[in-house]
């Protein structure tokens, strides 16, 4: 065990002592500009997520009414734990870095068919912050990845559940994308005594080759890491624990 984690430890840290490297690389065969807040014409496929919002957000209050019966975010992964400081921010995850999660997609199968039609998919949740919560500045892990967020349930307060990106400052709309790098130091608040729910995607950068070859290369040995598995295994690990036991489900039937 020790060993293990000494092997995954060291597999992170020289990851993460290359990828600023690796950016500076990609960011060569970059095919938009550089934003803090990408305008939604720049990923034609916004209108389209934009035009299913309500049934999303349908989807999303039948199954996240419990918002206990969700992991927080560091309960699935433990690389995240220095900015999910306490159980306030919860997540139901779709996909991750690629990775179908079929157990939850099954929960919300229409949800899962429409991001799968997102060009450049590569994660899928629903976040869940509960009224307090809070998101220390932080910086995402890379420039290929770039982040969505769409509105689902919005604090009747919304000034005060707000994002700040570098020195962009925004408050979500129900209904509403907004698009950020997320390599700028951002911070999150829900001021409010209401719980916010957003579906967060990140999707791959618009690059061109051999940049999108990189990328790509990046993300297939990211979904065989340590970093990926470890977090698949916790998802699996936490629907096993809030599973009701097999006579009890038998009952039910």
């Known amino acids: 065990m020790a060993e293990s984690k000494t092997f995954r430890e060291w597999f992170i ?34 209108s389209y997520l934009e035009s299913h919002w309500t049934t999303i957000r349908e989807e999303a209050d039948g199954l996240l009414r419990d918002r206990m019966s969700i992991p927080s975010v560091r309960e699935v992964s433990v690389d995240h734990e220095k900015i999910a400081v306490d159980e306030k921010w919860r997540s139901f995850f779709l996909y991750g870095y690629g990775v179908r999660i079929d157990a939850n997609c099954a929960k919300a199968p229409k949800t899962a068919e429409i991001v799968s039609k997102i060009p450049g998919l590569l994660t ?14 932080h910086t995402g892990p890379t420039k290929a990845i770039v982040t969505t967020h769409l509105g689902l349930i919005v604090p009747k307060e919304r000034e005060r559940c707000h994002m700040q990106v570098a020195d962009r400052n925004v408050v ?7 698009i950020f790098d997320d390599m700028f130091p951002h911070e999150v608040w829900n001021d409010t005594d209401e719980d916010r729910i957003i579906l967060l995607i990140h999707v791959k950068r618009p690059l061109k080759f051999p940049g999108s070859l990189f990328r790509d290369l990046f993300f297939a040995g990211l979904r065989a890491s340590p970093f990926v598995r470890d977090g698949l295994k916790s998802l699996d690990q936490w629907d096993k624990k809030t599973q009701p036991p097999i006579e009890l489900q038998q009952a039910a039937e």
């Open 172 to 178: 979500w709309e129900e209904g509403k994308i907004v």
């Open 124 to 137: 899928a949740f629903y976040s869940v912050m509960l009224a307090g919560a809070h998101v220390p500045r």
């Open 13 to 46: 840290a020289t990851g993460l002592r290359l990828l600023p490297g690796f950016d500076r690389l990609l960011m060569r065969s970059k095919a938009t500009d550089e934003y803090q807040i990408f305008p939604n014409s720049v990923f034609p496929w916004t």
